[in-house]
């Protein structure tokens, strides 16, 4: 589905991906592991067309490269970005309208296979799936508590039609009890066919929902494989993951 090769990436003078070669499927959840400064979220924007790249960019066959981000959204990938950026002055009704696919319901219809989007989404289908937010719908985004921003952050991207979804620290600073409700709707969309890469500190969490996991180090991929195969190298924990006590 989404075909990324020897993949370069620099803020200024710092070269911040360094030759990134990833395969994601649909239907997969991929853990995407590293420190702050590992290059995850560099990764994210680069796939959204949200900073400059060199190599191999390919979504479902179609070469990336030189689109806008509005264009790679269209294309059917979703982005959640850890800052939220919702609305505030918007209800959440307003904010989740303003997430769908251009061209209506039958648009979104005709042209879902050719443009890549996954299934449809309502503001019903979000609200089942977290009812906080109907009991808000008419509420300005900015007054919500940060689970509420970004329960709504993530339901206004699936309301573009995605076939993928990039999450990048999706339960950050909220609650152990947000977070598990977070992580059972990452499982249901898969179930759904999405692919989804996950960004996410919480290790626990992470494995627990993921079909892969992506550990990156420095810029580079150090491992690519299943969860189960990652648990067994506590030597990639020390050295990617774990912060040094000698510091």
């Not at 979220?41 to 066959?61: D, E, H």
């Amino acid at each position: 589905m989404l075909h990324l090769s020897g993949l370069q990436a620099f803020y200024g003078k710092s070269h911040v991906l360094r030759g990134v070669s990833l395969d994601l499927a649909e239907g997969e959840i991929v853990a995407l592991l590293g420190r702050n400064g590992s290059g995850r979220s560099t990764l994210a924007k680069a796939i959204m067309g949200m900073v400059s790249w060199q190599g191999v960019m390919r979504w479902r066959g179609r070469d990336l490269a030189g689109l806008q981000t509005f264009e790679i959204a269209r294309a059917g990938i979703g982005y959640v970005p850890e800052s939220r950026d919702v609305f505030p002055t918007l209800t959440v009704e307003q904010n989740l309208l303003l997430g769908e696919k251009p061209g209506g319901l039958e648009g979104m219809r005709a042209g879902a296979d050719a443009g890549g989007q996954g299934p449809r989404w309502a503001s019903s289908d979000m609200y089942a799936m977290f009812p906080q937010l109907h009991a808000r719908r008419h509420v300005p985004a900015g007054v919500l508590s940060g689970g509420e921003q970004q329960m709504l952050t993530l339901c206004r991207t699936l309301m573009g039609a995605p076939r993928f979804v990039i999450v990048d620290e999706p339960t950050e600073g909220l609650a152990p009890m947000v977070c598990a409700q977070i992580a059972r709707h990452l499982s249901l969309l898969k179930e759904r066919g999405l692919g989804v890469l996950l960004i996410e500190q919480k290790l626990d969490m992470a494995l627990d929902v993921a079909d892969r996991v992506v550990l990156m180090g420095q810029g580079e991929v150090r491992f690519d494989g299943p969860p189960a195969q990652f648990l067994q190298r506590p030597d990639l924990r020390r050295e990617w993951l774990e912060v040094s006590d000698s510091a």
